[in-house]
Every structure is written in structure tokens, then in C-alpha cells.
């Protein structure tokens, strides 16, 4: 076996005793053996004791370079994803790419420098690359309206969409967090859920309005009839419902009345309306299951001049001290 190689089997087993998600475990894996791949194509490199920043430096050149696709990591891949087909193949790679790839190589480099694997560390004075921000895709109140009251409700899986929409849109729970919800999560008293991420297994407690909640019992009520599944939002035949085909259903809806939506864009709508409505930024972190507001606010913060005006409006020292 490589020394590359050996020490990349060793880090996987480290991020599994962390218990890592799948897809954390696949980004750190996909990231290395491409950088791997390009250091032996390139530099004849196998040793880790080897690799400079020098070398760092020249795979992001190269990174910019190359454009999408045209490298893999595993031969046996292009018979699954086959990026030959891909139109955007051979398109620049995106910062926020490149970014996520010098971010899983520093956290490998870190881990052999812990380890005394190697004496120097190479990624000590590499540079994160800041990518651009890009506005997050909003729905509208009335594109919102438009694809609700299409939603036929006297069908099961119809019924069981709508009343997911609306829960997302008022909680901001994330898809997988929708799917995975169970009736012993609700907590009609409080008006509370208690949310499990299925990234990381940690709980959080979200909060839905009255309103809502004369919607959740009507619901409970409705699937009780059909189905004696552990699940809020069961498929038919009782089990989980997959996020994939949520996600399908949702789009399909959309594309009955022309606007295009996802269950993602559901969430960015609750944290931005939100916000306008008075609400905070610590509290919106923690609703929406972020490791801290600074975080949250980086992903939150596209406002047009008419929304601030109006929150302006809503908050003005003036009119609140009357004076």
C-alpha cells in the first residue's frame, strides 16, 4: 500500500470513530484521492512527508484550471455518474468548490500533524478561499399561495405534502428533519417539536403557531385512519418517507403552476420572514439548528431596500419612544 494511501485509510478511520456523516465521510474521501491522484500525475508524489505548500498552492492552480469533470477519483464512478454526458463539463470550478476542497485537505494535514505523521505542517499558511455569496432563491407570498392551493387534499400523499410544506415554512426544519418526525416529537401544549438533525444527531426544540397546530391534530387525525406508522409523515404503506421523493412531489407541484420550488427555499423563506418580523439572530440560530448566529448570519443576509425600510419602519427609535 501507497504512504498516501495508508495514511488516507487511517484519517477515514478516524472520522468514523467521530461519527461523521456519510456524506462529510464521502466529501473528505472524493477531496483526497483526487488531490492523491494529481500528486502522483503530476509530481510523482506517494509520501506525505513529501508535500510542500508549494504543491497545495499548484493543486489550486490546477484546480482552476482544469474545469469540471475532467478528473475522477475512482474509474468505476463514470459508469454511475457518467460526466462525459454533464453539459456543464469543462466549466470553471466554483470558489465555493474550491474552498470546500482546500477546507477537507487542511483537516487531513491538521490530523497527521497531530498524529506526528509528519513534522512540518504544509497547510499551516495556506489561504481559505472566500467565495462569493450567492443570493439565496426566495419564493414569493403569492408563488407560495399559487402552489398550495393547487395541492389536492382529499389524497393522501397530496394531503401529507401540503401539510409538510406549511410545517416547514412555519419551523424551518430542514426536509430530513420533516421525514424523520415523529408523533412523540410534538408537543401540542408547548407548540413545540423536538427536531433530531439527521446530520449529526443533535436535538433542538422548534415551535409552530396556533395555527399550525389546529392543522398538525387535523392531520394526526386524517393519517390515523390510513396508517399505524411511528412517522408524522408516512408513505402509504407506513414507512419513512424518502427526502428524494418529498422533494419530487414538492417540485412536480411547483411545476403544475409554474414556479419552481424546493423544500430548501421553504426554509430560507421562514428565516428570512423571520427576521423581518422582528425576530433575532440568536434565536433564529438556534431554531434552525446552526452551531452559532455568526454562522446563520452569513447565510442570511440578502435583504432588498424595501424590506429594510420597512423593518427601518417597524423599529424606529423615534416612533418607539414617542417622543
Given amino acids: 500500500m501507497k504512504n498516501f494511501e495508508f495514511h488516507l485509510d487511517n484519517f477515514m478511520l478516524y472520522c468514523e470513530s467521530k461519527h461523521l456523516s ?6 473528505y474521501d472524493q477531496t483526497l484521492r483526487l488531490f492523491q491522484y494529481y500528486l ?23 484546480l482552476r484550471e482544469r474545469g469540471k469533470y475532467t478528473v475522477v477519483s475512482n474509474e468505476k464512478s463514470m459508469d454511475l455518474n457518467y460526466p462525459d454526458r ?5 466549466n470553471q470550478v466554483s470558489d465555493t468548490t474550491i474552498s470546500n476542497y482546500i477546507r477537507n485537505i487542511k483537516v487531513f494535514f491538521n490530523f497527521l500533524y497531530k498524529e506526528r505523521e509528519i513534522q512540518e505542517n504544509p497547510v499551516k499558511n495556506i489561504e481559505n478561499v472566500k467565495p462569493k455569496r450567492k443570493q439565496k432563491s426566495l419564493l414569493t ?11 389536492d387534499t382529499s389524497k393522501f400523499h397530496e394531503y401529507r405534502l401540503w401539510m409538510q410544506v406549511r410545517l416547514i415554512i412555519d419551523t424551518g426544519i430542514r426536509a430530513g ?22 446530520k449529526n ?12 397546530g389546529r392543522d398538525l391534530k387535523q392531520w394526526a387525525k386524517y393519517r390515523d385512519r390510513f396508517s399505524d406508522s411511528e412517522y408524522v409523515f408516512p408513505t402509504t404503506r407506513g414507512t419513512k418517507q424518502d427526502i428524494r421523493n418529498f422533494e419530487r412531489a414538492l417540485r412536480t407541484a411547483g411545476e403544475r403552476v409554474g414556479v419552481k420550488i424546493h423544500p430548501h427555499q421553504l426554509r430560507n423563506n421562514f428565516a428570512k420572514f423571520y427576521l423581518l418580523n422582528g425576530g433575532d439572530w440568536v434565536s433564529l440560530s ?38
Fill in 141 to 151: 407570498r403569492e408563488e407560495l399561495q399559487k402552489v398550495l392551493k393547487q395541492i
Fill in 22 to 27: 456519510r456524506k462529510t465521510m464521502r466529501s
Fill in 86 to 90: 454533464r453539459t456543464d463539463k469543462g
Fill in 201 to 212: 444527531n443533535k436535538e433542538r426544540y422548534v415551535y409552530f403557531s396556533f395555527k399550525l
Fill in 286 to 323: 438556534r431554531i434552525l439548528g446552526h452551531s452559532s448566529a455568526e454562522v446563520t448570519q452569513k447565510h442570511y443576509l440578502d435583504f432588498t431596500d424595501d424590506e429594510i425600510r420597512d423593518k427601518y419602519l417597524k423599529h424606529s427609535p423615534i416612533q418607539l419612544l414617542d417622543i
Fill in 177 to 198: 428533519e420533516c421525514c424523520n418526525l415523529k408523533p412523540e416529537d410534538m408537543d401540542f401544549k408547548h407548540n413545540s417539536l423536538l427536531i433530531t438533525n439527521p
Fill in 40 to 62: 502522483e500525475a503530476e509530481h510523482k508524489i506517494t509520501e506525505v512527508k513529501d508535500i510542500r505548500s508549494g504543491h497545495i498552492r499548484m493543486y489550486i492552480k490546477y
